[in-house]
Structure formats: structure tokens, C-alpha cells
């Protein structure tokens, strides 16, 4: 058995690998190919999350085991703390447990990306990032695979981590980033929106973003907490990463539904199900749409084969 630690995913699991694979990935779990019981996520008495995500994908099977602990946040401890332990499905032999945070983060940025893809304006160039930390480094590294980014927008609640974010993306990337100093100026211009901060109440509201903006709405993964508010949601083609777990876990759904604004038809399906061609993205340029991301096991144990075959290869 492998123990592969961050330093090996990141060089395993690129971007472009990694986002074939996702879309690979999604088509099967909508063709009925991987089983994906539900998460279990039980609070501890510290405050953690204590998350055990598992997974079936065919050769394969395994589960992300990880603790979310937001003291953690802006320390030097991660704020995701875990592995994915990776099973073989001829004998179920235990083949590898691999780090766990550079595997969620590389693999939501990337599904993001494809969501981006897909539901996109073709000319959709000014990326606008909700927070600072780690998947928004992600995110704009998978997008700028996918659009022509021209500029970035950045708001943090901690304005040193937004300052240090565009120095850094914008000498990685070679295009302006801007910290800005909210998020109505961040969003106000932005083509494309990612939502990647932990929040409790929504902040992204219909008034702030213009039409035919693309949303990816990430940070929150409860039936009560949400990042994007109830007259967005309304007025958006929304879409899910799997629409059973988006029903039972996600405030940007349940939230706006309980309130009477949406019905249950609201979600038009999944990026599964769009790149199978089973539902229609976008139908004009003046399209809201969002894509909702709760985070799928699947995922996890289908990157996590990727990262054990790459070390295979070296071993």
C-alpha cells in the first residue's frame, strides 16, 4: 500500500488531467456506472466536521475520510484535513491512501471549469473570485483553461489575503488581478463568478451581477448555509453536480424552495447530464445560470486512481 502525500498529488494530478477525468467521471454517474451512498458528515465537540465520503466507480472503490475545522483558518493548520483511502474491486485490497486536500482542491476547481465550459458565454473573459485561499488559487487555474481570461476580481473578508492573492496570481498568470474592497465592486463587471468562501448567509444578490453572468457557487455544502441569495437563485438557470445530493444538502436550493421562490423543477439537471447532451445549458446570452457544487465522492476516488496509477508508473 502507497501513502502519497500532497507534494506527489500536485504533480500527479494536473489540471488538464484532472479535468478530463471529471468529465469522464460525472457522464458515468449519471449512466448508472459508480454508486455513491450518501455522505455521512457528523459534528464533533470541538466544532469539526467529521466528513466519510464513499465511493464506488467500477475497478475501483474508496472514500475520502476528512475533518473541516474552521479555527484552523488562517493559521498554519489547513482548514481540510484528511485522506482518501483507495480499494481495488477484484480482491478489495487496500491500494493507496492519498492526501486529501490537494485532491478537493485540484478536482473543484476542475469541475468548475467544466461547468464553466459548458455554460459560459463563449466571450465571457472577467473572472470574478469570492475569497482567497486555497480553491480560488484552483479555480483560476482550471478556468483559464477553458475561457480567455483577461481579468481577475478578488474580495476577501481579510484584505492581506486578497492583496496576496493577486500578487501572486497575477505574476503566475501574467494578467491584472484586482483586490477589491467588496463584493458588490468585485461582481459588479464579472463574466464569470466563483463563490469559494465557507459562508453562513448569502451575500451575492440578483442587484450586484449583470446578465448572462456565469455563476459557480462553491463554498458551502449544507442545507442551511449558502453563499448565493434567494432572488439570484430565481432568476438563474441552476444546475447541480448531482441533482439527488443537490435536493437533500444544498441551501441554494432548499433555502429558496422553503421560501416559495423556486419550485422543485427549478434545477435543471446535472453537468453529468449536460455533457451527456440529457438536458440544455444556456439558451441566450442574457441567461443567468449557476452551477451549484456540493462536492461528489466520485470525485475523490476517481482522482485519487489517477494519483495511484501516475505513482505506479514511477514505482
Known amino acids: 500500500m502507497y501513502v502519497i502525500e500532497e507534494e506527489q498529488v500536485r504533480n500527479f494530478l494536473t489540471p488538464e488531467k484532472c479535468m478530463a477525468v471529471m468529465k469522464e467521471t460525472l457522464m458515468s454517474l449519471e449512466e448508472g456506472k459508480c454508486v455513491m451512498p450518501q455522505r455521512l458528515i457528523c459534528k464533533m465537540p470541538n466544532t469539526a466536521s467529521f466528513g466519510f465520503m464513499p465511493a464506488y466507480i467500477g475497478d475501483y472503490f474508496g472514500a475520502k475520510v476528512i475533518t473541516a475545522y474552521r479555527p484552523n483558518m488562517g493559521t498554519g493548520y489547513p482548514s481540510h484535513i484528511g485522506y482518501v483511502m483507495l480499494f481495488e474491486s477484484e480482491h478489495c485490497t487496500v491500494c493507496s491512501m492519498i492526501e486529501a486536500g490537494s485532491i478537493t482542491e485540484i478536482r473543484t476547481g476542475c469541475v468548475s471549469a467544466v461547468a464553466t465550459e459548458l ?81 453562513k448567509e448569502a451575500y451575492l444578490t440578483r442587484n450586484m451581477v449583470k446578465e448572462g453572468v456565469h455563476i459557480n457557487a462553491v463554498g458551502t455544502f449544507s442545507p442551511m448555509t449558502r453563499e448565493v441569495a434567494s432572488d439570484l437563485i430565481a432568476v438563474s438557470r441552476l444546475y447541480s453536480d448531482y441533482t439527488p445530493s443537490c435536493r437533500k444538502e444544498s441551501g441554494e436550493y432548499l433555502i429558496p424552495l422553503k421560501e416559495g421562490m423556486i419550485t422543485e423543477k427549478h434545477i435543471i439537471g446535472s453537468v453529468g447530464e449536460l455533457l451527456l447532451g440529457k438536458v440544455q445549458g444556456r439558451q441566450s446570452d442574457c441567461d443567468i445560470t449557476v452551477f451549484d457544487a456540493l462536492g461528489l465522492a466520485v470525485e475523490d476516488v476517481a482522482s485519487a486512481k489517477v494519483v495511484y496509477f501516475e505513482n505506479m508508473v514511477l514505482n
Open 119 to 199: 455554460l459560459s458565454r463563449k466571450n465571457a473573459h472577467k473572472l470574478a473570485v469570492i475569497g482567497a485561499g486555497a480553491q480560488a488559487r484552483s479555480h483560476l487555474a482550471a478556468i483559464r483553461l477553458v475561457r480567455d481570461i483577461t481579468e481577475v476580481t478578488v474580495y476577501d473578508r481579510n484584505p492581506e489575503a486578497s492583496k496576496k492573492y493577486a500578487g501572486e496570481m497575477e505574476e503566475k498568470y501574467g494578467i491584472p488581478v484586482i483586490s477589491c474592497d467588496s463584493v458588490e465592486s468585485a461582481v459588479a463587471y464579472a463574466d464569470i463568478i466563483c463563490t469559494v468562501c465557507p459562508a
